[in-house]
């Protein structure tokens, strides 16, 4: 049972094991749409080094990007990160359920043999 | 790893990390986290699993089947194994059991594998507020 919406939960953790990418990230979730220039002005880096971060996070669909006259503006999608956030839920919710069933299992067999 | 002084994690903890405390032992929840039949008690109706590191765990609940290595096992202290469904990305699930007064801490770690992923180790946390964050956000 491979789902697609798992591959993708990895493409996003994998483009944003990246420290300085999650800077990105972080950035444009603040600022709405903007440019490379406009990023790189709010960030310690040069207008390449975001041109590149940008490109890593639109592989991961985690930015979509359209022209405007000569410029290309950039946009975080919500999208990906809600599934990687649910994907953490989910797990959790698991291991929170089967933690309470070995609390279960557990405490049941030390009343049996009290 | 680099990952220790990179200032930009600023949590250490794991994608997913739960626990529960229990009226039980050390070695009483040991047994319940490494024998097979005790395993089924809780975690799937069928596990296998060869107890020593570097031994087969697989844990099934019907179509749902996931298998990987012990990578771990530390008696009444830490168990762990990775584990993946079929074409699925690998995981490393980690126990640790803690002694407390009257029972034990029962923890567990779950985190996706792949060198990337694990420098992104604390990023789990903040992903889910900039998720929620963004939700209520006015879009641009």
Same mark, same amino acid.
């Given at each position: 049972m491979r789902s697609p919406a798992h591959r993708h939960v990895d493409a996003v953790f994998? &483009?944003?094991?990246d420290p300085t990418r999650r800077r990105v990230v972080e950035t444009l979730a603040r600022g709405g749409t903007v440019t490379a220039s406009g990023l790189a002005a709010q960030l310690?880096? !040069?207008?390449?080094?975001? &041109?590149k971060h940008l490109s890593a996070l639109r592989s991961a669909e985690l930015v979509s990007?359209?022209?405007i006259g000569r410029? !290309?503006?950039y946009k975080l999608r919500p999208q990906p990160l809600d599934e990687a956030a649910h994907w953490i839920q989910m797990v959790s919710a698991e291991w929170d359920d089967r933690l309470e069933a070995l609390r279960r299992t557990l405490e049941k067999r030390r009343s049996r043999s009290q | 790893m680099k990952l220790r002084d990179e200032k930009a994690t600023d949590e250490k903890a794991p994608w997913v990390e739960r626990d529960t405390m229990v009226e039980a032992s050390p070695e009483e929840v040991w047994e319940a986290l490494t024998d097979e039949d005790r395993l089924e008690e809780w975690m799937a109706p069928d596990v296998e699993l060869d107890p020593v590191e570097g031994g087969e765990i697989s844990v099934r609940d019907g179509e749902d089947e996931r298998s990987g290595t012990v990578e771990t096992f530390e008696e009444n202290e830490r168990f762990a194994f990775t584990w993946s469904r079929p074409g699925e990305g690998?995981?490393?699930?980690?126990f640790t059991i803690e002694a407390l007064p009257g029972g034990?801490?029962?923890?567990?770690v779950e985190t996706p594998i792949g060198p990337t992923a694990i420098a992104? $180790? $604390?990023w789990g946390s903040r992903l889910l507020r900039l998720s929620h964050a963004m939700r209520f956000a006015p879009v641009a």
């Open positions: 994998d &483009a944003l094991a310690p880096m !040069t207008r390449q080094a975001v &041109a990007a359209s022209k410029e !290309t503006h | 690998e995981s490393f699930v980690e034990s801490r029962v923890t567990v992104a $180790g $604390g």
